[in-house]
């Protein structure tokens, strides 16, 4: 098994509290939405791999934070790429032309929903 390195832990560990800082946003509505970010992958365990489709809007970007941030303001996001830290390709659909390129990552953006029921939560996708 690959070991991650401390920044991509790190990156991880951001995006996962960009997550849990939207649940603290949204908890005095009724349901919960959660967004959460993972890189995308040819193979579990494998290299990390851009989407090679033409994307809907490109931005500048220092950090895939940014990027992350910039994706959860827009309902249409998808996924993004973060190429060369500099440029964010959105997308508002999975790409399907992926490959291993050079500082350059994809992003695959998760939604999903808590739904309270009396003091438990239910998850809905």
């Given at each position: 098994?690959?070991?991650?390195?401390?920044?991509?832990?790190?990156?991880?560990?951001?995006?996962?509290?960009?997550?849990?800082?939207?649940?603290?946003?949204?908890?005095?509505?009724?349901?919960?939405?959660?967004?959460?970010?993972?890189?995308?992958?040819?193979?579990?365990?494998?290299?990390?791999?851009?989407?090679?489709?033409?994307?809907?809007?490109?931005?500048?970007?220092?950090?895939?934070?940014?990027?992350?941030l910039y994706c959860t303001g827009d309902a249409t996001c998808?996924?993004?790429?973060?190429?060369?830290?500099?440029?964010?390709?959105l997308y508002n659909y999975s790409p399907k032309l992926i490959?291993?390129?050079?500082?350059?990552?994809?992003?695959q953006v998760n939604c999903f929903t808590l739904i309270p029921?009396?003091?438990?939560?239910?998850?809905?996708?």
């Open positions: 098994m690959k070991k991650m390195s401390v920044s991509m832990m790190l990156q991880q560990l951001l995006l996962l509290l960009i997550g849990v800082i939207m649940i603290v946003i949204s908890a005095k509505r009724d349901a919960v939405p959660v967004v959460s970010f993972r890189m995308s992958m040819k193979a579990k365990n494998g290299p990390a791999v851009c989407a090679l489709d033409k994307a809907n809007k490109t931005i500048s970007s220092s950090s895939v934070q940014h990027c992350a998808a996924s993004f790429n973060l190429k060369d830290s500099k440029t964010c390709d490959a291993p390129v050079s500082k350059c990552k994809n992003y029921e009396s003091s438990r939560y239910l998850l809905s996708r």
